[in-house]
């Protein structure tokens, strides 16, 4: 069973992307600390679960972004993330740099794209 250190919380308010999400990480080994649809519930199981890290969508359901969101994560809780999106441009880069993000993934990406994000960004962050 894989450490603790290695839950991996999924922001994505696409229901079958986060699906797939899901299960391309379960069966690389990860553990999953919970799915989240917007970036209020994804602080909230965040602070309830403690992810390693999270796979974060820019647009998401609801008022905030996944910008907002991983800013908080990182200045509150210390937890960084990958964005996955299909939305990067330079404004969106600059407000990201201070969640200081693992990686960016650019929709449509591939599951094993998006597996080796996540096992470079457990070998950056040490999970």
Do not use: N
């Amino acid at each position: 069973m894989a450490p603790e250190t290695s839950r991996i919380l999924i922001v994505e308010d696409d229901y079958f992307i986060a699906m797939d999400v899901e299960t391309a990480l379960l069966e690389a080994g990860f553990l999953l600390a919970g799915i989240a649809i917007s970036a209020e519930e994804g602080i909230e199981i965040a602070i309830a679960r403690r992810p390693a890290l999270a796979v974060m969508d820019i647009r998401l359901a609801g008022q905030r972004d996944g910008v907002d969101a991983a800013l908080e994560l990182y200045r509150d809780h210390g937890i960084r993330c990958i964005f996955a999106t299909a939305h990067k441009d330079q404004e969106v880069s600059q407000r990201a740099m201070p969640a200081r993000p693992l990686g960016w993934l650019q929709k449509p990406y591939t599951m094993t794209s998006l597996v080796d994000a996540v096992r470079k960004a457990m070998d950056e962050i040490g999970g």
